[in-house]
């Protein structure tokens, strides 16, 4: 907040806060699975996949929800040491892959995923985010706030100066980042607990409002 020194104008920043609970479930799952060769490896990832897939029907979650993201099949090394000699041996081969689904937090739905994937796919582990699937009605009861804090601001400092406000020369919306989730909770699939429990989101705005005193 700032009295512009221009005579005749007053210029005031509002800020408004909103929070809501997130209603989207963002989750990765990835999966690591071991062969000796790259066609075992591969198939063992086929059937981690056939497993994923059963935990998002038992869920009763749309298989095409589930949307892949990368596919990597590459040769695992460990270091070995024999007569004082340190050399690198192939071990096998690792396939991993990585899938993404959005579901929302009604019902708990991504917690009974998580704990499907946890019962069937034990090779998986689930990265999980929330978000606002919308967030256009809070983006806009926020800003509201903040022209009015302006104004109630603008009044105060008007009657402390003895003058009178007769008018708005501009009103400037300060640039907002999308809310998020301040929490981002990563867990083996097997650990469904509290962290699976979104946390609040807070959705901010802010305007600079110049008004026109005599």
């Not at 589930?66 to 081969?93: A, C, F, I």
């Not at 959005?102 to 796919?121: M, R």
């Not at 907002?176 to 990563?186: C, D, E, G, I, V």
């Amino acid at each position: 907040m700032s009295e512009n020194k221009t005579t005749g104008k007053l210029t005031v920043r509002g800020e408004g806060r909103v929070t809501a609970t997130p209603d989207i479930a963002d989750i990765t799952i990835v999966v690591e699975v071991r062969g000796a060769t790259t066609a075992e490896a591969y198939n063992n990832a086929r059937q981690a996949t056939a497993k994923i897939a059963q935990a998002l029907s038992k869920s009763k979650i749309d298989r095409q929800e589930l949307k892949v993201s990368s596919v990597d099949v590459r040769p695992e090394y460990q270091t070995v040491t024999e007569n004082g000699q340190t050399t690198r041996k192939m071990v096998g081969y690792l396939a991993s892959e990585n899938y993404s689904v959005s579901v929302p937090t009604a019902d708990d739905v991504h917690v009974t995923l998580i704990s499907n994937v946890a019962k069937l796919c034990p090779e998986a582990r689930a990265d999980l985010s929330f978000r606002l699937g919308t967030a256009t009605g809070l983006e806009k009861e926020a800003l509201r706030l903040a022209a009015k804090n302006a104004a109630s601001s603008a009044k105060v400092l008007a009657k402390s100066l003895d003058v009178s406000i007769v008018g708005i020369e501009s009103i400037v919306k300060d640039d907002s980042p999308a809310p998020y989730a301040p929490r981002r909770a990563m867990m083996m699939a097997a650990a469904v607990n509290d962290q699976a429990n979104p946390a609040e989101l807070e959705v901010t705005a802010g305007v600079t409002v110049t008004f026109l005193v005599r």
